[in-house]
């Protein structure tokens, strides 16, 4: 038998099991009703609970360890959201993530610039030459750039958040952790979903799929979205609000089940997007010397006028635009083996083009337009073998190969004024264009393999292995500096110090790259499970592809080297108060060596990859569901992690301490803390739903997450923390039965109380600071009808 729900089948997925409402971050609660179906997909109702009755938090179901698990029985940190709950908390983008688990920052401005750190490890945006140190993966597929997970999450059945190194199961080798996204696969009964939403600011968004039998052995799914809003940032130049635009794709599954024993599923999807974001607001401008601000006296010799730092506008005289088109497809095949064992095979191709047009921030032509163009390509195998389950010892055997083609051109076109804004001499950029290139081809292969021994019926004993050895050619070029006056002396150095011609020749890596698991856990009872393990992870080096001058150490130290990292975890998972209470808590600690990071030069004012030194994070990780009573769930999760450097010697230095006469050419960060990781992160929300007699299904939502102050820039400068905020989100609904489906009505307000905050800074000209604002209050209606 089959077991679906009844109104909302998009919710069960997966056969042969009980799929309940997954809440939050890792539990589940058994609906009200259910609907059996026999292996010809004809609905049976039944009833799960008689009036009255308390359901229990039921299992949640996972692929953490490549087999479908409870999450409770995973002795490792991971937090699960399903497609209710990011319906509830109106969660749509993987960027908002962070406001519903713990030890979670997403840093992003547009899909280049963006990234997913873990417990304060991985905040390298903008890192063409560099693999990101979270993994996300689509469908079982890695994503070779963290802008391929930028988009809106369409037909999501679950999104799980795994905590630590991860290597010796999934795919691609990763140091801070994976973020695993799994989309609804095409169903042998029909099913079909239409959703709407309106706005303020001009958000409107549709999203519909389809799915059902095409034949006895093939099934299919079709999905689409298009999403457009007008933007919360006001140019008060032109008075246009910006950081808005439009983004629309389609996914197209097929399924092929001939037997019992094998399946085949092919996905195909295309996502675009073009829109106006990338906006950075003033933040601060800096440190004053000597009774002198170098931003804003620069600014005033150029007749720029500055928007006041926290305010939702910026005054641009020049067009803000990102063009970015994505797609891919893969395959993916599971044969059940006359034995009993599993194997898979999952092959896949995207592909990632990514066009940027910035201002410079300000409303005089100092710089018309810069930014990095990237066209990334990208090709993987995988193969898995799983053992039968049941016997004193299973194993999961895996091969992986990896190889990513890109390409980036970066270009800055500076105006009139770029010489009074630089601070160069009369001539040195005004007028001038300069265009580099850099090409990196990846080649990556892997075996793995994880075992478990069940010593005992309560003991468990963990071990994975992986050997990754990659191959990395690369090279960066940059075209003599194109128009301008003609010059000499000083004015033709800066010139060509700033954007003179390179060629670093041919470079290359050759990585061999060990991660290890050993994990040991208990059951003590039906109730509480207890494990520690312990794991090293690495990930191989990179390149600068973007230089702003030639290097004076040689082409080579455009190489960034291996991250390794050791990282030891202790924790328990409980169910309690008869099964309506979930427990889990967890400490760790993190130990990396060669922490790869984004720095920023404020000499020739571009951004470039380091070896920041070694690093540690610790800390400890709580996570509660409780159903006190029916229909209402309660969530809260938190962590505190204190993220530091223990040692980083060669450090950029923060611009009060860089700007002032005969300033050392680095700081000794080590002590500081790590970009980006707050201490405290707090995040609490709550679902309540009642039936009544007409047999509407009236709900509740609301949602607290709080992130305490953060590090904002490497340089740690005072002038560019991210000061504490809280965002409260709530929602009200009405569900109801209508024909042979459900509909859904629901009013929501994101950032109830309007709270202004930033969720990144970044380095800007002169000692300055630019942000990325969150979202303002946001007033909305969502129509869904699912039939």
């Known amino acids: 038998m089959v077991l679906q729900p009844r109104g909302r089948p998009r919710a069960f997925a997966r056969p042969n099991q009980l799929y309940a409402v997954l809440l939050l971050s890792g539990t589940s609660l058994i ?48 937090s699960v959201l399903d497609a209710q709950t990011l319906e509830n908390q109106r969660i749509y983008r993987v960027q908002d993530l962070q406001q519903l688990v713990p030890s979670v920052n997403v840093s992003y401005v547009h899909a280049r610039q963006s990234s997913i750190s873990i417990r304060g490890l991985g905040n390298n945006p903008a890192s063409d030459g560099l693999e990101p140190a979270v993994g996300t993966y689509l469908d079982n597929v890695y994503l070779g750039r963290p802008g391929m997970a930028v988009f809106d999450l369409l037909d999501v059945e679950q999104i799980d958040v795994l905590r630590g190194p991860q290597g010796t199961l999934f795919g691609k080798n990763t140091t801070a952790g994976v973020v695993n996204i799994s989309t609804r696969k095409p169903t042998f009964h029909p099913e079909r979903s239409v959703e709407i939403s309106g706005g303020e600011d001009g958000y409107f968004q549709t999203k519909g799929s389809v799915s059902g039998p095409l034949s006895d052995t093939l099934a299919g799914r079709l999905s689409a979205y298009r999403t457009r809003d007008d933007g919360y940032v006001k140019n008060i130049h032109d008075g246009d ?51 002198v601000n170098r931003y ?6 150029a007749g720029a006028r500055l928007v006041k730092a926290r305010e939702r506008k910026v005054d641009l005289d020049s067009d803000q635009q990102v063009t970015v088109f994505q797609g891919g497809t893969s395959l993916e095949a599971n044969w059940i083996l006359p034995n009993d ?30 930014g990095v ?72 292969y892997a075996l793995f393999a994880q075992g478990n021994w069940h010593l005992t019926p309560r003991l468990d004993l963990t071990i994975g292995i992986r050997g990754t050895y990659e191959e990395k050619d690369s090279w960066v070029r940059r075209d003599a500096p194109r128009g301008g006056d003609a010059v000499s002396g000083a004015a033709a150095s800066q010139r060509n110090n700033r954007a ?70 202790l924790g328990f998972k409980s169910t309690l108060l008869d099964g309506t209470l979930l427990f889990n808590a967890n400490v760790f600690w993190t130990q990396v060596h060669g922490y790869q990071a984004n720095a920023y030069d404020h000499a020739t004012r571009t951004s470039y990859l380091t070896n920041a030194g070694d690093v540690r994070s610790r800390g400890l990780e709580v996570e509660t569901t409780w159903r006190p009573l029916r229909g209402l769930t309660i969530n809260a999760n938190g962590s505190y992690n204190d993220v530091r450097y223990t040692k980083y010697e060669d450090a950029p230095c923060p611009p009060e301490v860089g700007f002032r006469s005969g300033a050392p050419a ?58 504490s905020y809280a965002v409260v989100n709530l929602s009200s609904g009405l ?53």
């Open 31 to 78: 609906p009200d009703s259910i609907v059996l179906a026999d292996t010809d997909n004809d609905p049976i109702p039944v009833q799960s609970a008689q009036a009255g009755e308390e359901p229990r938090l039921g299992a949640v179901t996972v692929n953490a360890r490549r087999r479908e698990e409870s999450a409770q029985d995973v002795p490792t940190p991971i």
């Open 241 to 291: 609000d910006l950081n808005g635009g439009a983004r629309q794709g389609f996914r197209s599954q097929l399924l092929w089940r001939p037997s019992e024993t094998f399946n085949l599923r092919w996905i195909g999807e295309y996502n675009e997007e073009d829109s106006d974001n990338g906006i950075l607001t003033l933040y601060s401008t800096g440190p004053t010397i000597d009774g």
């Open 296 to 301: 804003e006296q620069r600014a005033a010799a």
């Open 341 to 370: 064992f599993t194997l898979t095979s999952i092959s896949a191709y995207r592909w990632w083009d990514f066009t940027p047009r910035n201002d410079d921030g300000l409303n005089v032509s100092a710089q018309i337009n810069a």
């Open 373 to 444: 163009e990237v066209r990334d390509k990208q090709y993987s195998q995988e193969f898995r073998l799983a053992s039968p389950l049941g016997g004193a010892f299973d194993y999961v055997l895996g091969a992986y190969w990896f190889k990513q083609d890109l390409d980036n051109k970066s270009f800055n076109y500076y105006g009139p004024l770029a010489d009074i804004w630089n601070g160069t001499v009369t001539g040195a950029l005004a007028n001038v264009t300069s265009i580099g290139d850099g090409h990196i081809e990846t080649d990556s």
């Open 500 to 569: 003179g011609a390179y060629d670093s020749g041919d470079l290359s890596q050759y990585t061999f790259s060990p991660s290890g698991l050993l994990s040991l856990s208990y059951r003590f009872n039906d109730r509480w499970l207890g494990y520690a393990s312990l794991s090293h992870g690495e990930k191989s080096g990179g390149v600068n592809l973007t230089v702003g001058s030639a290097p004076s150490a040689g082409a080579d130290s455009l190489l960034v080297s291996t991250e390794r990292v050791n990282n030891a975890e």
């Open 666 to 723: 680095s700081c000794d960060l080590t002590g500081h803390r790590v970009v980006g990781a707050s201490r405290w992160i707090a995040n609490l929300n709550g679902h309540y739903q009642w039936t009544l007699n007409n047999g509407l299904q009236p709900y509740l939502n609301a949602s607290y997450a709080f992130r305490y102050r953060a590090v904002g820039t490497i340089d740690d400068s005072e002038h560019g923390q991210i000061p």
């Open 735 to 787: 569900r109801g039965d209508f024909g042979d489906g459900q509909w859904d009505v629901s009013l929501w307000l994101k950032n109830a109380f309007d709270k202004t905050y930033y969720t990144s800074l970044w380095n800007s000209a002169n000692g300055g600071y630019a942000g990325v604002l969150g979202t303002p209050r946001t007033l909305g209606l969502t129509a869904r009808y699912d039939f």
